[in-house]
């Protein structure tokens, strides 16, 4: 079954540093992955995806995530933190099997220190 | 880009009483709907998938009888909890989607009295 793992529970950055929240993968075959945001009371917005071609992928809001086909990891990266990027970060892959359906990893609170 | 509408954001209402939640895709058709839940501080859990014009399909331990969906048509899905009592309080989260990647609604808080 395709899983993600999401390391960290939460992770503080002062504004103005460079930010990274983890994510490492399990899946048969090439993997499909996603990062989403949460702010509170709201649904998911969608971030950036990969699915094949440059390992670094470029999304919305300054945000871009490296896959590394070696570690299975699909780190996000921002080299600036704002304070405002400070909400529920989840990663997520594409199960292959019924109705190609998204599993979400546990989420990672990220906490923007101004 | 891509809009889901959930409708409605906030829904307090007393234990017994059926609720009604509906999910839009605005300008896509959406040829699958997911539902999810989600408690505090936790992820979301995918409770049903529906395609248009077919009986949703639940997850493992998620109740038909209990979580009912219909997806009547390409943009309008609609999970009604029926009965509701406390322990369905929770914010319930539609996703549509024509191509990946999937599209998020807002979310309803559900609030069982």
């Known amino acids: 079954a395709q899983s993600v793992a999401q390391p960290e529970d939460q992770v503080n950055v002062a504004e103005g540093n460079p930010l990274t929240v983890k994510c490492t993968y399990s899946?048969?075959?090439?993997?499909?992955l996603f990062w989403y945001v949460q702010y509170p009371n709201r649904g998911l917005q969608f971030l950036l995806k990969y699915i094949t071609g440059d390992n670094l992928v470029k999304g919305s809001y300054g945000f871009e995530a490296e896959f590394n086909k070696s570690q299975t990891s699909f780190h996000l990266k921002k080299p600036s933190a704002l304070v405002s990027d400070s909400a529920l970060y989840f990663c997520a892959v594409r199960d292959r099997g019924r109705d190609d359906k998204i599993i979400f990893g546990k989420g990672t609170r990220l906490h923007i220190l101004p | 880009g891509a809009v889901v509408s959930q409708h409605p954001s906030w829904v307090i209402c007393k234990s017994g009483t059926s609720v009604k939640i509906e999910c839009r895709s605005l300008?896509?058709?959406?040829?699958?709907m997911f539902w999810y839940r989600q408690f505090p501080k936790q992820s979301l859990m995918l409770m049903a998938t529906s395609n248009e014009g077919s009986k949703a399909t639940y997850e493992q331990g998620v109740e038909k009888d209990k979580f009912l969906i219909n997806h009547a048509s390409l943009t309008l899905s609609t999970l009604t909890v029926t009965s509701a009592h406390p322990e369905d309080s929770s914010f319930y989260i539609c996703?549509?989607?024509?191509?990946?990647?999937?599209?998020f609604g807002d979310g309803t808080r559900l609030s069982i009295l």
């Open positions: 300008d896509f058709q959406a040829t699958t």
């Open positions: 899946v048969s075959g090439n993997p499909y």
């Open positions: 996703s549509a989607r024509a191509a990946q990647p999937q599209h």
